[in-house]
């Protein structure tokens, strides 16, 4: 079965950094889109970046363009989302997706509701 386990959260200080972790398994990696997304009560899901694991094609949401960088370490099949310059506006439950990259449209790459599998979470806490 497909599993998506995230980790890597924790609490930061304003323009600090955190290296988030989604360990994946159970399915073709190459074949499949993967992205970060978060989540606050009361507001919509917010996708921050995705990635062709396949041709390694990034996207990113304006709010995260130039802090997070979306990657994959083939060695650990393991999604990772560097975050730098971190703000509090960015404090979330950080969630782990995956879509097969032939069901999602890439215009809408950082929708949520095209993702099949999701992770649990990770708490990223940004403190001024």
């Known amino acids: 079965a497909v599993q998506l386990v995230e980790s890597g959260g924790g609490s930061v200080q304003t323009g600090g950094s955190l290296t988030l972790s989604c360990a994946a398994s159970?399915?073709?990696?190459?074949?499949?889109?993967m992205a970060w997304f978060r989540e606050v009560p009361g507001k919509e899901r917010e996708g921050v970046a995705a990635?062709?694991?396949?041709?390694?094609?990034?996207f990113y949401d304006d709010s995260v363009k130039g802090r997070f960088t979306i990657s994959r370490d083939s060695a650990e099949n393991t999604l990772r989302l560097q975050m730098n310059s971190l703000k509090p506006e960015d404090t979330a439950t950080y969630v782990c997706?995956?879509?097969?990259?032939?069901?999602?449209?890439?215009?809408?790459?950082?929708?949520?509701?095209?993702?099949?599998?999701w992770g649990l979470g990770t708490q990223v806490t940004v403190s001024s």
């Open positions: 990635l062709y694991l396949g041709s390694g094609h990034t």
């Open positions: 997706a995956a879509v097969h990259y032939s069901d999602i449209q890439p215009a809408s790459i950082l929708r949520p509701r095209q993702y099949t599998y």
């Open positions: 159970g399915f073709p990696y190459d074949r499949y889109v």
